[in-house]
């Protein structure tokens, strides 16, 4: 009886395979199938006594039997629909300037989506590190009902991304519609737009332009969390964003490549990417009607960081009015993360042609993206180019250069947790780690963050890490763009949930409404808090400014010190890291002057 209880418990267990892998139905059937078969061939041995060894045998044969079905029934590619359901209702064909595109409607019909709109050439061949060409035009109607290829990056097997969705958000979800596998491609350079069904070409509603994070490294625009689609559905806002160049093909900067450049530039084409996006919302937008003079660029994590680099690019100068930067900014006088100087750059590119045996930029052309893409840990920062940016954005704001008319941006208390997820901080390592980060300030950092127990030295690390990483930026920001007269709209997320909670990216579900209504990870102040960061997020890409009827007055920060709180309540508080602010500051350099 123990052994019929455990291998049914095994059968469960690889059905579960199965379903994390994503594998084809059909493949699910097959084993089930061969399982029946197991099992009553299993019973008949028993039955006629045969020897132990025959069972084993018979156990191995469906074992390996399993992981042939697992292989041959592999989930394939399939792009992913704009529109979840059967056969969703197409739109009126709307006329863009290189062709006609026809979107999909969501099921009831108050959202209009075009997916996968060509705003570039594909950056493949001899296109592969030039900057973004214009695409061709298209006969016909283009059908933009599925979502490009997510660009080039490193995968992941299915399962391995299944089991991320269950450890890290706790949301994981069986289904039948998704036993497929979302392909990636250099060929990626496309946009996607949220539309009212109400909007036509004139109304000149504001447009939101959404760049997404992964480290510029990986990531996708279709995630559920940063959707358009809620924005969209108020009939007040059209959502776009887009793919740009990731890793290595974004990134690489050569001085052979900077040559051949008309612009001479390098280093920076999936900046380029973002900023011609940004341009094909200036010629098309207003085609679904939207208003190309009323443009709010945002981003999380590296697409914030991206944004904070746009805002000081010449060339992103009249492309928008207003920014959001959600836990990124590369402001600060030695950004911690997706920047670096162009002798860096120059240096890790070189190192990159000595390890692929490539004597010249068309050797690296020749060799196929799959071979390339493992380079996208070490060619992942945006650069001083001369071109898309000619001197680091901190010295920009110093210098009063910046594109922005407002700024809305912000932090959330657990930033660093997915990043030392594997690496916690104890009294063996703590001091050891203070002290490489912080060099001949680290008495400083011990008298202030003191730990005597391992749990203190692994909160006190995680706070540093968030510190450093992800918050002092924002406070550079802040401090720079107010000294330039901007208003600056500045947060501090700490609510924790069921989910993500205030973890780096837990707040995005909040401010783009994107809380599913059957979710039991959230709680009714969690979609109270949603529905407050919504409104004051719908109100800032309208106008500017955030507060409204039934908001807590949201104040212009002009130190960075009282940011707004949404956590248990929606309150202005202190940021806890302002101490080591003062320490970040001297090692940095920083100044306002």
């Not at 209009?112 to 109607?141: F, H, N, S, T």
């Amino acid at each position: 009886m123990i052994r019929k209880i455990l291998i049914a418990l095994l059968f469960v267990l690889l059905l579960a395979v199965f379903e994390l892998n994503q594998n084809s139905l059909w493949g699910w059937a097959l084993f089930i199938a061969i399982s029946i078969g197991y099992f009553f061939w299993r019973e008949a041995l028993i039955k006629q006594k045969a020897s132990g060894w025959g069972r084993t045998g018979v156990f191995f044969a469906w074992l390996i039997l399993f992981a042939i079905v697992l292989i041959v029934s592999w989930p394939p590619e399939r792009r992913v629909p704009a529109v979840q359901g059967k056969d969703p209702k197409e739109t009126p064909a709307i006329s863009l300037e290189k062709g006609q595109v026809s979107g999909v409607y969501t099921e009831d019909g108050a959202v209009a989506v075009y997916a996968g709109i060509p705003y570039a050439k594909p950056p493949v061949g001899e296109l592969r590190w030039r900057e973004p060409q214009d695409p061709e035009p298209w006969d016909g109607v283009l059908k933009a009902d599925s979502f490009a290829p997510m660009s080039m990056q490193p995968v992941h097997l299915p399962i391995y991304n299944s089991l991320a969705q269950i450890i890290g958000y706790h949301d994981y979800e069986i289904r039948l519609d998704d036993n497929y596998r979302a392909p990636v491609s250099e060929d990626a350079l496309y946009v996607n737009v949220w539309q009212p069904s109400s909007a036509k070409a004139g109304d000149a509603l504001p447009v939101l332009v959404y760049v997404h994070g992964g480290s510029l490294q990986t990531g996708q625009p279709w995630y559920q969390d940063y959707s358009g689609e809620s924005l969209a559905r108020t009939g007040e806002v059209i959502v776009v964003n887009m793919g740009y160049r990731l890793g290595v093909f974004g990134y690489l900067a050569l001085e052979e490549l900077a040559a051949e450049s008309p612009n001479g530039t390098t280093g920076n084409y999936g900046l380029l990417d973002q900023i011609k996006a940004l341009e094909w919302v200036r010629d098309n937008i207003a085609a679904f009607g939207g208003d190309p003079g009323n443009v709010t660029l945002a981003g999380e994590s590296a697409g914030a960081a991206s944004v904070s680099a746009i805002c000081t690019s010449p060339l992103a100068k009249g492309l928008f009015r207003r920014a959001v930067l959600e836990s990124s900014s590369v402001a600060s006088p030695e950004p911690p993360h997706s920047f670096r100087l162009m002798a860096e750059a120059y240096q890790s590119g070189q190192e990159l042609m000595t390890r692929n045996k490539a004597n010249s930029v068309e050797d690296l052309r020749a060799l196929p993206a799959e071979a390339l893409v493992r380079e996208a840990d070490t060619q992942h920062h945006m650069t001083v180019d001369g071109y898309a940016l000619t001197e680091t954005p901190y010295e920009s704001y110093k210098a009063g250069r910046h594109n922005e008319e407002a700024l809305l941006h912000g932090f959330n208390k657990e930033e660093s947790a997915p990043f030392i997820l594997f690496s916690h901080a104890n009294l063996k390592n703590y001091e050891q780690r203070v002290r490489a980060f912080f060099k001949d300030y680290a008495d400083e950092v011990l008298t202030l963050m003191p730990a005597s127990t391992n749990a203190e030295a692994d909160k006190n690390w995680a706070d540093i890490f968030s510190a450093a990483y992800f918050s002092y930026p924002h406070y550079c920001l802040t401090r720079l763009a107010a000294a330039n007269g901007l208003p600056v709209y500045e947060y501090y997320f700490t609510r924790d949930n069921g989910r993500l909670g205030s973890w780096h990216s837990g707040e995005e579900v909040y401010l783009y409404g994107n809380i599913p209504a059957d979710s039991k990870l959230y709680d009714a102040r969690d979609r109270a808090l949603s529905g407050e960061m919504f409104r004051y997020y719908l109100n800032f890409i309208k106008n500017g400014n955030p507060n409204g009827e039934g908001l807590l007055t949201w104040e212009v920060s002009t130190d960075g010190r009282k940011p707004l709180e949404f956590g248990d309540t929606t309150q202005v508080t202190s940021d806890p890291f302002l101490a080591l602010y003062d320490i970040l500051d001297r090692m940095q350099g920083f100044t306002v002057d």
